[in-house]
């Protein structure tokens, strides 16, 4: 078992920085390759950007290049989301989930999710 535990979201204005955290418990975290998803009221959930085990490769969705940054820290069992230049249109639920297979933008791939962070953007 792996608990997924997000922070850092909030309340922000378009043009602001954030970045999330989620922090890993349970079995070895350098196993999963971890991603990010999103969900924004009404919509169905959206991937963001995934991160192999090692942190060596990244996948990012196209809507989101530029601006997002996946991160790992295997030594502090956390993954981060760096988001730059904020949108109206990011305000969202954002999920961490852990799979066991290779870093991938299907949710159904993800063994693990955790119970998402709030990011409300004003414009």
């Known amino acids: 078992q792996v608990q997924l535990v997000e922070s850092g979201g909030g309340l922000v204005q378009a043009g602001d920085s954030l970045r999330l955290s989620c922090a890993a418990s349970?079995?070895?975290?350098?196993?999963?390759?971890m991603g990010w998803f999103r969900q924004a009221p009404g919509k169905e959930r959206e991937f963001v950007v995934s991160?192999?085990?090692?942190?060596?490769?990244?996948y990012s969705a196209d809507s989101v290049k530029g601006r997002f940054t996946i991160s790992r820290d295997n030594a502090k069992n956390t993954v981060y989301l760096q988001i730059n230049s904020l949108k109206p249109e990011d305000t969202a639920v954002y999920y961490c989930?852990?799979?066991?297979?290779?870093?991938?933008?299907?949710?159904?791939?993800?063994?693990?999710w955790g119970q998402g962070t709030q990011v409300t953007v004003s414009s």
């Open positions: 989930a852990a799979t066991s297979a290779y870093y991938t933008n299907t949710p159904l791939r993800y063994d693990y």
């Open positions: 991160i192999s085990r090692s942190g060596d490769r990244i």
């Open positions: 349970g079995r070895t975290f350098s196993s999963y390759a």
